[in-house]
């Protein structure tokens, strides 16, 4: 029931793309996205709540395939502040409301 | 108020002990949510409160452990007879309603000695 997120870590140099995974085996009603700075709480990116929705905040955006089950979160041109775990939680139909989360993606950004 | 509120931020305690930890969410949010993040891992869903009923105990690990939330408000998640491997960083979560983003709480660090 956890989704799986991969890779599990990323180092990027300022400037440069990643691209961070989220698959389920269930069914999907929606997919969250939070970022977790080191010794601070997760911090909302956004929700993805249809399938093939995309969204953006600031330059880092997300997209959703209900088909595949899985959402995808990308991050262009990576600055410094982008560092840290990513998470995906995601909702399934008949879960009631249960947000379960992945194990994270580390990611550092490095000048 | 202005952020979830979680109390203690940090509680040693020692193995056997009973512990509760407090979480005073969003005002006028009505779902809230319970986390655990052990050392470098990822979020372990608990439970979560949608008002003062939780649909869904089955993520709490043990019958050690127990949550409730009165007056649609205050949450308290009680460790009985606790373990060593109980340690870990307690996160509240609350939300306006069901679906909603939600906001975590600073967490409370709770060391099993």
């Known amino acids: 029931q956890q989704p799986v997120q991969s890779p599990q870590a990323v180092i990027l140099r300022e400037g440069e793309d990643a691209v961070i995974n989220c698959s389920s085996s269930?069914?999907?009603?929606?997919v969250h996205w939070y970022r977790q700075k080191h010794g601070e709480a997760p911090v909302f990116l956004m929700i993805?709540?249809?399938?093939?929705e995309q969204k953006g905040h600031e330059k880092i955006s997300a997209s959703f395939n209900e088909k595949k089950q899985q959402s995808s979160l990308y991050l262009t041109a990576s600055q410094l502040s982008y560092s840290g775990t990513y998470f995906c939680?995601?909702?399934?139909?008949?879960?009631?409301?249960?947000?379960?989360f992945g194990k994270g993606t580390k990611l550092s950004v490095k000048p | 108020g202005a952020g979830v509120s979680q109390s203690p931020s940090n509680k040693v305690t020692e193995k056997g002990k009973d512990v509760e930890l407090r979480c005073d969410p969003i005002?006028?949010?009505?779902?809230l949510y319970w986390y655990r993040q052990s050392l470098g891992q990822g979020l372990e869903f608990l439970i979560y409160?949608?008002?003062?009923?939780?649909?869904?105990k089955s993520g709490l690990p043990s019958d050690r452990f127990s949550a409730e939330r009165t007056g649609g408000s205050v949450s308290t998640l009680t460790i009985q007879r606790t373990q060593q491997e109980d340690s870990a960083v307690y996160l509240c979560?609350?939300?306006?309603?069901?679906?909603?983003?939600?906001?975590f709480g600073s967490g409370t660090r709770l060391t099993v000695v």
């Open positions: 979560a609350s939300s306006l309603y069901l679906r909603a983003p939600i906001t």
């Open positions: 269930k069914a999907l009603y929606s």
């Open positions: 993805l709540l249809k399938g093939g």
């Open positions: 939680g995601t909702e399934t139909p008949g879960s009631q409301g249960n947000l379960i």
């Open positions: 005002s006028g949010h009505t779902a």
């Open positions: 409160f949608q008002g003062n009923s939780a649909p869904d």
